[in-house]
Every structure is written in structure tokens, then in C-alpha cells.
């Protein structure tokens, strides 16, 4: 054989070598797929329903929502506060913050963290007493009589609405004689367990400013807070009456909220005021034709609600929705 044909005949065998080897790999590959794509992964072995499974899982599960936007050649609100923030809720983002990490006390927002274990540990309809500890705690005057007694739930309306000092302090007796532990105890627990890390709460109506929190904890604490519908339903209302479990006293509950009234469409909110901490409100309105709502949360501000007002005037006039 000439060396011409045996150069041609060890290429060819080469050649058929390596087409017989891909073949029996490609093979080898195809039969692996199939064995680690069972039924239960894709619900069927159909043919059809394989390729919906195929394109779903290479499609994308959901499209990535950019809006709000904010519009073009938007100045800063001009607020007085020492820290703030506004929350688009439905679309789950910050549209605005000052300070966000920055410690401050929180007055009477403390509140709002009380009601969360006041629905945990007591039953609305159970009758808490008024004594010596929680009359007068604050020294501005009485908010109940010496000896009444009100239902838990006409209590969370005081310490919610009208910002009752005496009602939080009721409460937290309440609480404390039935689960034998501390409420600053039980306050900062809770604020842990909801992830407010930069917070420390240090009495049950925020009268001691050596507590603190910032706007991105409160925040966090707001998210918690809707999963009960009580507190909500509370901080909606700008007034109502509660009255003794005997009937002989009745009070008139008016809600520190100013806003009610100037702002459209208000969800729900909470003020706080000491010296100390100045000017603090959390406040919630919704935006029906956006199908969403702003969240404010204002801290340590000369004027709290001119400051939230224009915090969320500011959002709702400024971004798109659609």
C-alpha cells in the first residue's frame, strides 16, 4: 500500500473515532437529563407539559415593578425634623430619608410598640382598674378617676387616640401582673424580636428620653404593626367616647392627630411630644387612584405636623405611580 493511501486511511479511522465518541457521550447526556428530570419536578411526563416547564423556568417568574418615579427636576422637602422618612408601601420602598440610622428618642410613639403586647397578652373586654401608679403619671393631669375601672380595649383607645399616659401605664400593670415580667423588659424583647436592633425602649408611654429609635426601626415596627387590625382600626379614628365598666364615668377621647381633617384619605397614625424629643408622628395615607399609600415617620421636628404634611404632599405630588 502506497504511503499516500495509508495517510488517508488512519485519517479517516481517526476521523470516524471521534464521531463515534461524540455520539456515544451526546447519548450518554441525553439519557442523564432525562433521568434527573422526574415527573414529580414538572408535574407530568408529558411531552407538552415538559416544554411549559422548560419555558418556565428559563422565563423570568415576575417582572421587576421600577414605579414609583420620581419626576424630573424635584426639589428636597424642607422640613425641620432631626430625622425622617417616607415609605411607599405597596411597592415596598423608601421614597425619601433624613438621618435614617440617627438614635433619638421617640416619645409617645412607644406606644405603638405597648399595643402590640397589650394584643398579645390581655383580652379587650377584661376590666383594668386605675390606681395609684397609673393616675396622673405625667403630672398634666388625670385621665381617669382614682379607682375606675376600664375594659383593655377603651384603654388601647386612650393610649392610642388621645395618647393617654395613664392608660399606658394602667396597661402595663395589667400586663405585668399576668405574665410576672417587667414591661421595659417585655418592651425591648418585642422591639428585638421585630428586628428594631438600633432601639431601646425604657418605660410603657415614652415619657423617659433616654429611650431612643430610629425612623428605619419605627418603620420596622409599623410593617409589624399591621398584623393587628385592632391597632389600626384605633389610630384611624380622630375621636369617640369610652366609658367605666359600671357606666359612671364617661370620657371623651380626641385624637392629638391635627392632621385629621387637612389631609385627605388618612390610614392611620400616632404623635409623640416631650421636651426632650421634641416633635415625633408616624402617619399613613392612602393613594386610592395609585393604589398604594405614603408613610411618614418624623423625628425630633420644631413643627410634626407641618413636617409630615409636607413630607407627604411632597411624595404624592412628585412621583408616578403609572
Known amino acids: 500500500m502506497s504511503s499516500r493511501r495509508i495517510v488517508l486511511f488512519t485519517a479517516t479511522a481517526v476521523m470516524?473515532?471521534?464521531?463515534?465518541?461524540?455520539w456515544g457521550m451526546d447519548s450518554?447526556?441525553?439519557?442523564?437529563?432525562?433521568?434527573?428530570?422526574?415527573?414529580?419536578?414538572?408535574?407530568?411526563?408529558?411531552?407538552?407539559?415538559?416544554?411549559?416547564?422548560?419555558?418556565?423556568?428559563?422565563?423570568?417568574?415576575?417582572?421587576?415593578?421600577?414605579f414609583p418615579i420620581k419626576k424630573p427636576n424635584t426639589a428636597v422637602p424642607k422640613?425641620?425634623?432631626?430625622?425622617?422618612?417616607?415609605?411607599?408601601?405597596?411597592?415596598?420602598?423608601?421614597?425619601?430619608?433624613?438621618?435614617?440610622?440617627?438614635?433619638?428618642?421617640?416619645?409617645?410613639?412607644?406606644k405603638l410598640l405597648m399595643a402590640t403586647i397589650v394584643l398579645d397578652q390581655l383580652t379587650l373586654n377584661v376590666p383594668v382598674t386605675i390606681t395609684s401608679r397609673s393616675y396622673n403619671v405625667d403630672d398634666l393631669g388625670a385621665d381617669f378617676n382614682r379607682g375606675?375601672?376600664?375594659?383593655?380595649?377603651?384603654?388601647?383607645?386612650?393610649?392610642?387616640?388621645?395618647?393617654?399616659?395613664?392608660?399606658?401605664?394602667?396597661?402595663?400593670?395589667?400586663?405585668?401582673?399576668?405574665?410576672g415580667k417587667g414591661i421595659?423588659?417585655?418592651?425591648?424583647?418585642?422591639?428585638?424580636?421585630?428586628?428594631?436592633?438600633?432601639?431601646?425602649?425604657?418605660?410603657?408611654?415614652?415619657?423617659?428620653?433616654?429611650?431612643?429609635?430610629?425612623?428605619?426601626d419605627l418603620l420596622k415596627l409599623v410593617k409589624y404593626s399591621k398584623r393587628y387590625s385592632a391597632i389600626w382600626q384605633i389610630i384611624n379614628q380622630p375621636e369617640t367616647d369610652v366609658?367605666?365598666?359600671?357606666?359612671?364615668?364617661?370620657?371623651?377621647?380626641?385624637?392629638?392627630?391635627?392632621?385629621?381633617?387637612?389631609?385627605?384619605?388618612?390610614v392611620g397614625g400616632k404623635t409623640g411630644y416631650t421636651d426632650g424629643a421634641?416633635?415625633?408622628?408616624?402617619?399613613?395615607?392612602?393613594?386610592?387612584?395609585d393604589d398604594s399609600s405614603l408613610l411618614a415617620i418624623v423625628l425630633g421636628s420644631d413643627e410634626r405636623f407641618a413636617d409630615t404634611k409636607t413630607l407627604l404632599e411632597w411624595g404624592r405630588d412628585n412621583f408616578r405611580w403609572h
Open 16 to 22: 470516524l473515532f471521534f464521531i463515534s465518541l461524540y
Open 28 to 66: 450518554t447526556n441525553r439519557q442523564a437529563q432525562t433521568a434527573t428530570t422526574p415527573a414529580s419536578l414538572i408535574g407530568t411526563s408529558s411531552a407538552q407539559d415538559l416544554g411549559s416547564y422548560q419555558s418556565g423556568y428559563i422565563l423570568p417568574v415576575s417582572v421587576t415593578n421600577f
Open 79 to 110: 422640613l425641620s425634623a432631626k430625622a425622617a422618612l417616607l415609605y411607599d408601601t405597596a411597592n415596598d420602598k423608601v421614597l425619601f430619608s433624613i438621618s435614617s440610622q440617627k438614635s433619638l428618642p421617640v416619645a409617645s410613639l412607644t
Open 148 to 179: 375606675e375601672a376600664l375594659a383593655v380595649g377603651d384603654l388601647l383607645k386612650a393610649m392610642l387616640i388621645k395618647s393617654s399616659n395613664d392608660a399606658a401605664y394602667a396597661l402595663a400593670q395589667a400586663v405585668e401582673t399576668k405574665t
Open 184 to 216: 421595659v423588659e417585655q418592651l425591648n424583647a418585642k422591639a428585638g424580636l421585630i428586628g428594631m436592633y438600633n432601639s431601646r425602649f425604657s418605660d410603657p408611654a415614652g415619657l423617659n428620653d433616654d429611650a431612643y429609635s430610629t425612623v428605619e
Open 243 to 266: 366609658k367605666s365598666v359600671d357606666g359612671r364615668f364617661s370620657h371623651h377621647i380626641v385624637s392629638t392627630n391635627k392632621l385629621f381633617g387637612v389631609l385627605p384619605n388618612i
Open 278 to 289: 421634641k416633635g415625633c408622628m408616624i402617619l399613613e395615607i392612602a393613594l386610592p387612584a
